[in-house]
């Protein structure tokens, strides 16, 4: 191949743009490997805490609203596809379409950021904080307060624990009162057990490192948004758009297992 | 001009593929969602997981092209989810060769064959 044939977007030390591509595909596969494992050490501490602790995750996800996660997550999905879609219109040359598409998935990132915003407040406003800073003052709540309204959900943890021996007035010299967190279990979700700020470490760790991730594809969404309007994307080089691509679909999917795993718990 | 130039890399999916994926995906969340309104005891957790898993996969291999995709792309990402299941699964077993109980109230949930 002649220098005059070489294309713009192709850096010298590659044969074909094939080969360029295969070899950033690679790449950004590995480093999407990467992020699985980053996120795996927080799915990893779920798990153990939830097998240890099924209490507290039963009764701190009520503080979670299933209706804002389940808008982030058609959000999530639905921008997924603008996104999938984007690298179909920078395939074929779509111009104008690639332009709208990508801003439909970078309104998507913004929609997404907002309700998080909504939801972290109002945690924030009731104390719902991580570790230390746990606080909480649940009376004003709406979880709490519907939960208080109806007759006392049976919760399936607890009900494996019934007892018919009445507990001892005062335990033996040496030994703790009866644990208050097992009689929490007893009288239904609306009496905290011990440790819930674990729950909220938890949640605060995950949803707050995949918002980062969530701003750092907006910021990528923005920058392959400029370059597509200047227009250098077309069917022979679409790179950016692609990988781009494929970081945030793997937002989507941390999201994917986030959703059901923080706020559909139990009933 | 030669035809080098403007040879097409990657895979072009087709616009159906995509809107029926999406489809399914949003079908899965409200099943996932419904799900959790009953109460099927442990097995919950695992209904939800599973329609997780699925939702992984239809994105996997429609949005991120892996379908069509050259194998070695999805070689790097089954290595990497299967070196964290072991990661889990190993992290889960161990946690339960200890006496939770230990500590009155502190895992009240757990049951052991100690008490």
Same mark, same amino acid.
């Given at each position: 191949?002649?220098?005059?044939?070489?294309?713009?977007?192709?850096?010298?030390?590659?044969?074909?743009?094939?080969q360029q591509f295969d070899a950033g595909k690679i790449g950004i596969w590995l480093f999407l490997a990467t992020e699985i494992l980053l996120?795996?050490?927080?799915?990893?501490?779920?798990?153990?805490?939830?097998?240890?602790?099924?209490?507290?995750?039963?009764?701190?996800?009520?503080?979670?609203?299933?209706?804002?996660?389940?808008?982030?997550?058609?959000?999530?999905?639905c921008s997924s596809l603008t996104m999938a879609w984007a690298v179909r219109a920078s395939q074929l040359g779509q111009k104008k379409l690639?332009?709208?598409?990508?801003?439909?998935?970078?309104?998507?990132?913004?929609?997404?950021?907002?309700?998080?915003?909504?939801?972290?407040?109002?945690?924030?406003?009731?104390?719902?904080?991580?570790?230390?800073?746990? =606080?909480? %003052?649940?009376?004003?709540?709406? #979880?709490? $307060?519907?939960?208080?309204?109806?007759?006392? /959900? +049976?919760? @399936?943890?607890? =009900?494996? %624990?019934?007892?018919?021996?009445? #507990?001892? $007035?005062?335990?033996?010299?040496?030994?703790? /009162? +009866?644990? @208050?967190?097992?009689?929490?279990?007893?009288?239904?979700?609306?009496?905290?057990?011990?440790?819930?700020?674990?729950?909220?470490?938890?949640?605060?760790?995950?949803?707050?490192?995949?918002?980062?991730?969530?701003?750092?594809?907006?910021?990528?969404?923005?920058?392959?948004?400029?370059?597509?309007?200047?227009?250098?994307?077309?069917?022979?080089?679409?790179?950016?758009?692609?990988?781009?691509?494929?970081?945030?679909?793997?937002?989507?999917?941390?999201?994917?297992?986030?959703?059901?795993?923080?706020?559909?718990?139990?009933? | 001009?030669?035809?080098?130039?403007?040879?097409?890399?990657?895979?072009?999916?087709?616009?159906?593929?995509?809107?029926?994926?999406?489809?399914?995906?949003?079908?899965?969340?409200?099943?996932?969602?419904?799900?959790?309104?009953?109460?099927?005891?442990?097995?919950?957790?695992?209904?939800?997981?599973?329609?997780?898993?699925?939702?992984?996969?239809?994105?996997?291999?429609?949005?991120?092209?892996?379908?069509?995709?050259?194998?070695?792309?999805?070689?790097?990402?089954?290595?990497?989810?299967?070196?964290?299941?072991?990661?889990?699964?190993?992290?889960?077993?161990?946690?339960?060769?200890y006496r939770p109980t230990q500590i009155p109230g502190y895992a009240p949930s757990i049951k052991t064959n100690t008490q």
């Amino acid at each position: 191949m002649s220098h005059a044939e070489h294309p713009p977007y192709l850096q010298h030390h590659f044969e074909t743009p094939e080969q360029q591509f295969d070899a950033g595909k690679i790449g950004i596969w590995l480093f999407l490997a990467t992020e699985i494992l980053l996120f795996g050490g927080l799915f990893c501490a779920y798990a153990i805490y939830r097998a240890n602790h099924p209490e507290i995750f039963v009764y701190a996800h009520q503080f979670l609203d299933k209706t804002l996660g389940g808008t982030n997550t058609v959000i999530l999905l639905c921008s997924s596809l603008t996104m999938a879609w984007a690298v179909r219109a920078s395939q074929l040359g779509q111009k104008k379409l690639l332009i709208l598409l990508l801003s439909l998935t970078l309104l998507g990132g913004f929609g997404f950021m907002g309700i998080k915003f909504v939801e972290y407040q109002q945690k924030w406003k009731h104390g719902l904080l991580p570790g230390a800073h746990f =606080a909480p %003052h649940e009376e004003g709540h709406d #979880a709490v $307060a519907a939960v208080a309204a109806k007759p006392t /959900p +049976p919760v @399936s943890v607890g =009900a494996a %624990h019934r007892t018919t021996i009445p #507990a001892s $007035a005062e335990g033996p010299g040496g030994t703790v /009162p +009866p644990a @208050s967190a097992d009689l929490a279990l007893r009288e239904g979700p609306t009496r905290r057990p011990n440790n819930v700020q674990v729950f909220f470490s938890i949640y605060f760790l995950m949803t707050g490192l995949h918002g980062l991730h969530v701003l750092v594809g907006m910021i990528a969404i923005g920058w392959v948004l400029v370059r597509s309007a200047r227009g250098h994307f077309g069917p022979e080089y679409y790179t950016p758009v692609d990988f781009v691509g494929l970081y945030w679909h793997l937002v989507d999917l941390i999201w994917i297992f986030l959703f059901p795993l923080l706020y559909l718990i139990g009933t | 001009m030669t035809p080098h130039a403007h040879a097409r890399v990657g895979h072009v999916v087709p616009l159906r593929v995509l809107v029926v994926v999406l489809a399914a995906l949003l079908m899965l969340t409200y099943v996932t969602v419904e799900v959790s309104r009953h109460d099927f005891g442990r097995f919950n957790l695992w209904i939800a997981l599973g329609v997780a898993v699925v939702k992984a996969a239809l994105v996997l291999l429609f949005f991120m092209h892996l379908k069509y995709d050259r194998p070695f792309n999805a070689v790097i990402i089954i290595v990497s989810l299967a070196v964290l299941m072991l990661f889990i699964v190993i992290a889960l077993q161990d946690t339960t060769q200890y006496r939770p109980t230990q500590i009155p109230g502190y895992a009240p949930s757990i049951k052991t064959n100690t008490q």
